[in-house]
């Protein structure tokens, strides 16, 4: 093949957009503490938006809780004004400069939300990969048509980036339906009552009645 083409560089910028697409994964909000969810938080100090995570300290003490430690006090109540304001849905607990977060568990209205939010950002990534596909053919086009490459080479690296269109677009398939199971487990957890709060001084018990746990004493 030539040297003129470098199909290696749109190789590369769809491997940029796979990145790109599990960054924005990892910032939506599920029943699980992900210091990634607030990543495109931005707080407007010393006079530009910056991310949370250049003006604090982002932690997960507890699988639910998320601690922020602001390190600057007098940037405490904008970053969690910020944090408010955004469509986490979270609602902060400011303790000094700390910003303690519970996450909320995952409602099954949470689920069907972020399996939307989930088909939207996947189309848009594979829209973007078909963009440097075409952007790809064009430069093709253009070198075949300026003698740069042979007919052959032109077809030779057409089925070179349909190739690697093909493995991308399955990849953010796969990776969509690995994220649904995990949203799916997340929630059903979530859902599922659990029975050892139940056990209190004069309270609840367990009974097993033909294969079927049944709560009673309340």
């Given at each position: 093949?030539?040297?003129?083409?470098?199909?290696?560089?749109?190789?590369?910028?769809?491997?940029?957009?796979?990145?790109?697409?599990?960054?924005?994964?990892?910032?939506?909000?599920?029943?699980?503490?992900?210091?990634?969810?607030?990543?495109?938080?931005?707080?407007?100090?010393?006079?530009?938006?910056?991310?949370?995570?250049?003006?604090?300290?982002?932690?997960?003490?507890?699988?639910?809780?998320?601690?922020?430690?602001?390190w600057d006090?007098?940037?405490?109540?904008?970053?969690?004004?910020?944090?408010?304001?955004?469509?986490?849905?979270?609602?902060?607990?400011?303790?000094?400069?700390?910003?303690?977060?519970?996450?909320?568990?995952?409602?099954?209205?949470?689920?069907i939300?972020?399996?939307?939010?989930?088909?939207?950002?996947?189309?848009?990534?594979?829209?973007?990969?078909?963009?440097?596909?075409?952007?790809?053919?064009?430069?093709?086009?253009?070198?075949?048509?300026e003698?740069?490459?042979?007919?052959?080479?032109?077809?030779?690296?057409?089925?070179?980036?349909?190739?690697?269109?093909?493995?991308?677009?399955?990849?953010?398939?796969?990776?969509?339906?690995?994220?649904?199971?995990?949203?799916?487990?997340?929630?059903?957890?979530?859902?599922?009552?659990?029975?050892s709060?139940?056990?209190?001084?004069?309270?609840?018990?367990?009974?097993?009645?033909?294969?079927?746990?049944?709560?009673?004493?309340?």
């Amino acid at each position: 093949m030539s040297s003129n083409f470098n199909d290696k560089q749109f190789g590369e910028k769809m491997e940029k957009t796979i990145s790109s697409f599990k960054k924005d994964l990892g910032t939506l909000r599920t029943g699980r503490a992900n210091p990634a969810m607030f990543d495109l938080v931005r707080v407007e100090v010393y006079g530009q938006k910056m991310p949370i995570n250049q003006l604090a300290t982002i932690t997960v003490p507890e699988p639910r809780t998320i601690s922020i430690q602001v390190w600057d006090k007098s940037n405490v109540n904008l970053v969690d004004s910020e944090i408010k304001k955004s469509n986490l849905g979270v609602n902060p607990q400011i303790d000094g400069q700390i910003l303690r977060i519970r996450i909320p568990q995952l409602t099954e209205e949470r689920r069907i939300e972020i399996t939307k939010s989930l088909k939207t950002i996947g189309e848009k990534n594979k829209v973007s990969i078909r963009n440097i596909r075409r952007e790809a053919n064009d430069s093709i086009k253009k070198m075949l048509k300026e003698k740069k490459i042979s007919e052959d080479e032109s077809k030779n690296f057409e089925k070179s980036i349909q190739k690697n269109t093909d493995k991308n677009i399955e990849m953010i398939d796969k990776i969509l339906a690995d994220k649904e199971k995990e949203i799916l487990q997340i929630w059903i957890r979530s859902a599922t009552l659990p029975l050892s709060w139940m056990v209190m001084a004069g309270g609840a018990k367990k009974e097993k009645k033909a294969g079927t746990t049944v709560i009673s004493g309340v």
